[in-house]
Nanobody, 120 residues
């Protein structure tokens, strides 16, 4: 079955950096778009970034210029480099996969999430 495993979350001071990883198995990784979403307490899950099977990244306006999403098809892994972190980036970050170009909250495959906490 499909499994997505996130790692790399943690506690960081404002202005710092973290890199999240999402390792996938059970799917033809190179044919899938992979995305990151986040959910803060009391808020809905929101889109952060996605990367298409062809390697084109897309970003939410709130993270554009600070986050970079890349993929390594040889390792079946995507990496979300997060720089200049702000307290409002604090959330549980989820990885998702979809065989369609667009990854959305309705995508079928999700990881368990990893906590990112940014202190002020």
């Amino acid at each position: 079955q499909v499994e997505l495993v996130e790692s790399g979350g943690g506690l960081v001071q404002a202005g710092g950096s973290l890199t999240l990883s999402c390792a996938a198995s059970g799917l033809t990784f190179a044919s899938y778009s992979l995305g990151w979403f986040r959910q803060a307490p009391g808020k809905e899950r929101e889109f952060v970034s996605l990367i298409t099977a062809g390697g084109t990244p897309w970003y939410a306006d709130s993270v554009k210029g600070r986050f970079t999403l890349t993929r390594d098809n040889a390792k079946n892994t995507v990496y979300l480099q997060m720089n200049s972190l702000k307290p409002e980036d604090t959330a549980v970050y989820y990885c998702a996969a979809d065989s369609k170009v667009v990854v959305s909250v309705r995508s079928n495959y999700w990881g368990q999430g990893t906590q990112v906490t940014v202190s002020s």
